[in-house]
T-cell receptor
Framework: GQQLNQSPQSMFIQEGEDVSMNCTSS?????WLWYKQEPGEGPVLLIA?????ELTSNGRLTAQFGITRKDSFLNISASIPSDVGIYFC??????????FGKGTRLSVIA | DAMVIQNPRYQVTQFGKPVTLSCSQT?????MYWYQQKSSQAPKLLFH???????NEADTPDNFQSRRPNTSFCFLDIRSPGLGDAAMYLC??????????FGSGTRLTVV
């Protein structure tokens, strides 16, 4: 089946720093999604990308759908303690279930 | 608010004792999914219902079954839980395969 490579696996950063994480795939997707999951909760959608090259922001978060349709990145600017959690990318081909990356665990040091 | 509700949030079951997890939704989404998520891993799709059609993932063990009696409810039955089945179980819904919404999950402990 399709697999997503998400990196880095974990990050420790100082409050106020910017963060970047990315996902790559060996095959193309029609949709890229970025989720955040906090302990004991389900994933919550942050940003959805539907078009190659699309760059979308949601507050301090910015994500891009790669032109090759095989990759996506998520940036978080000026991190704050509540940004702590696990960030998952997910790719989707039309009319099929999501495929998830393995997640990036973000720790923010105040 | 429209949402996906999973009950219970925490479930403890005995090794080998059948257990059922439940999911309900008020979104009127036609697709419902069950994912298994182990610690620090990505959610793994077990199966999904597209309307009434059941779609099992090839590597989902036979020990896991599902029922969807109506649009709003979906159940995950684990017939004989083993220690390796301890995990967070996430229910999700979507419209077609769009607008995914996840529940808060049920954390299953097997003793």
């Amino acid at each position: 089946g399709q697999q997503l490579n998400q990196s880095p696996q974990s990050m420790f950063i100082q409050e106020g720093e910017d963060v970047s994480m990315n996902c790559t795939s060996s095959s193309i997707f029609n949709t890229w999604l970025w989720y955040k999951q906090e302990p004991g909760e389900g994933p919550v959608l942050l940003i959805a990308l539907y078009k190659a090259g699309e760059l979308t922001s949601n507050g301090r978060l910015t994500a891009q759908f790669g032109i090759t349709r095989k990759d996506s990145f998520l940036n978080i600017s000026a991190s704050i303690p509540s940004d702590v959690g696990i960030y998952f990318c997910a790719g989707q081909l039309r009319n099929t279930p999501l495929v998830f990356g393995k997640g990036t665990r973000l720790s923010v040091i105040a | 608010d429209a949402m996906v509700i999973q009950n219970p949030r925490y479930q403890v079951t005995q090794f080998g004792k059948p257990v059922t997890l439940s999911c309900s939704q008020t979104l009127n989404h036609n697709v419902m999914y069950w994912y298994q998520q182990k610690s620090s891993q990505a959610p793994k799709l077990l199966f999904h219902y597209y309307d009434k059609d059941f779609n099992n993932e090839a590597d989902t063990p036979d020990n896991f079954q599902s029922r969807r009696p109506n649009t709003s409810f979906c159940f995950l039955d684990i017939r004989s839980p083993g220690l390796g089945d301890a995990a967070m179980y996430l229910c999700a819904t979507s419209r077609g395969h769009l607008d995914y919404t996840f529940g808060s999950g049920t954390r299953l402990t097997v003793v």
